[in-house]
């Protein structure tokens, strides 16, 4: 099987976890799995820490520690909150990648869509429209993440979830949220974000794909 083929180019941890996936999510504790891996303790503990670090794991006082289902947004978050530390121009390049990313999945994911998820884009969309349209305009930004993620959430692949959802971490670590860019800003993007919506619940999606397109690159020109 490929899973034993490249289990040996990971810790000898992450091999137990990959190679007991059937087991219940409580793990044996350090003194037990030192003994079955025959890996001192502390050595352990470093490939533990690894393992919770990347997310694959979570470690409580009281309950020990426990197996978490698979997400690679933790490592995208350790890697780019790092690259973003180095040079504030890494966010540019990785918002490119995840504009790209969500082009070429935008058709595949809005097939996927149930109409449940059409009623809450819906929802998601008046919300946004009633903050922007109050006295004190704020800005809907909860609102902005909630409706790129849910198009996309019913793709069975944790790589490209990942991938998206470490970029509105990132989006809110830089700042983004916070700074609106001007009503009129604001209004254009909302206005894409309606025909979108529009067109997946119309099945139109070839119209939604061109607003997506076309919206992305607004975050370059924002005032």
Known sequence: MLRERISPNISEFLRYLALHQEAD???PSLNELSKELNISVA???EQLEVARALGFVEVKPK???RRLE??????IRQSLGYALALNDEHFR??????????????HEAVKL????????????????????NRVNIQVPHEEHRKLHLIIFRRLDNPFVIGILEAYWDAYENVGLNMYAGGYEYLQEVWKYHQVMIE?????????????????????????
């Open 93 to 106: 390049k990785f918002a490119e990648m995840r504009n790209h990313l969500e082009a070429a999945y935008w």
């Open 63 to 65: 309950t020990g520690t």
């Open 199 to 223: 067109s997946i619940c119309n099945n139109q999606f070839e119209v939604g794909y061109e607003a997506l397109v076309k919206h992305t690159d607004l975050l370059y020109h924002r005032p």
């Open 70 to 75: 698979y997400s690679f947004a933790p490592a």
């Open 113 to 132: 869509l149930t109409e449940e998820d059409k009623t809450e884009l819906k929802n998601i969309l008046n919300k946004a429209w009633e903050k922007l």
């Open 43 to 45: 050595s352990l503990r």
């Open 25 to 27: 999510d409580k793990l």
